[in-house]
């Protein structure tokens, strides 16, 4: 961390309004980059970098320099977050797929539609394969693929060397099109009973 930012986290700390303003325009474009990768949509990963924000300040005390620098702590905070977001949004479709009344609602017969469902089921199948991963690798396959983050921010991030980083990706890769070819011949297998 240079000295810089020191002296505005210090600042922030005291409450000095324009610091934080500095500090957070140094970082949006990275925490925003995130949250759209993680939503899609312009406008969700605005209020995702949002929220990242708003917790970043409320937690800013428990920032410890010795450990890494601000910038870690800040993208580790911004994955935390977008982490949670997701989940609770998962949670709310699972509970509207799941409704019987949503169901009747679906239109039918429209092509479109269709394909947003099978898209949709394979989304679902790929998150059931990550979920049966091991969490070391799992953990790294969701940094990098989903998220887009490099192999040395993982390294960074995990405390782990980075040839352990590639190879838990290549692990993990090969562990998931395992699951997922296996959970594709059980799908198909039980759509032709």
């Known amino acids: 961390m240079n000295e810089n930012e020191s002296d505005l986290l210090l600042r922030c ?3 000095d309004e324009a610091s934080w303003r500095e500090l957070v325009s140094r970082h949006a474009r990275k925490v925003f980059g995130l949250a759209y990768r993680f939503t ?16 970043v300040y409320q937690t800013l005390e428990r920032y410890d320099a010795g450990v890494g620098s601000f910038g870690s702590w800040l993208m ?13 949004c998962r949670q709310e479709h699972q ?14 017969g429209d092509e479109s539609a269709l394909r947003s ?3 949709e089921e394979r ?6 394969g990550l979920r049966a991963l091991p969490s070391e690798l799992r953990e790294v396959l969701v940094l990098f693929d989903l998220q887009g983050v490099p192999y040395d921010e993982i390294a960074e991030t995990l405390g782990i060397p980075l040839g352990t980083v590639k190879s838990r990706i290549n692990r993990g890769r090969l562990e998931l099109a395992k699951r997922l070819r296996g959970r594709r011949r059980e799908y198909s297998e039980t759509s032709l009973r």
């Not at 509970?95 to 679906?106: H, T, W």
């Not at 989304?123 to 059931?128: D, F, K, P």
Request: charged share 45%.
């Open 13 to 15: 700390r005291e409450g």
């Open 40 to 55: 899609g949509r312009v406008d969700e990963a605005e209020d995702l970098t949002q929220e990242v924000f708003i917790k």
């Open 76 to 88: 580790a905070v911004a994955r935390n977050q977008s982490i949670d977001r997701y989940r609770r």
């Open 95 to 108: 509970r509207r797929v799941e409704d019987p009344e949503a169901v009747d609602l679906a239109p039918s």
């Open 117 to 119: 469902l099978e898209r």
């Open 123 to 128: 989304v679902r199948l790929v998150h059931r």
